[in-house]
């Protein structure tokens, strides 16, 4: 992002959350998203990946399996 912070989709957590490398410090921006899909064919649940990624503006675009959706996400002004 361009502040430096890691934006990361936990599919198993159905969230998109924010983390901050320097410090490790991680905020939940979303959550209950339609990001659950589960590989079929495995021993155990493995989720399948999905994408994220942000502008210049720090707006996180973040594709959704469950509905063939992409939601947007704008940050709040300080």
């Known amino acids: 992002m361009p502040d430096g912070k ?9 969230q998109l959350v924010v983390i901050d490398p320097t410090t490790g410090f991680r905020v939940v ?10 590989f079929t064919h495995a021993p155990a649940p ?3 990946p999905t ?6 503006t720090g707006a996180i675009y973040l594709s ?3 509905n063939n959706s992409v939601l947007k996400f704008t940050p ?3």
């Open 29 to 38: 921006v979303a959550e209950n998203l339609p990001i659950d899909a589960v």
């Open 76 to 78: 709040q002004a300080p």
């Open 51 to 56: 994408g994220v990624v942000a502008d210049e």
């Open 64 to 66: 959704c399996d469950a």
């Open 46 to 48: 493995v989720y399948l």
């Open 6 to 14: 890691v934006a990361v989709a936990d599919v198993g957590a159905k």
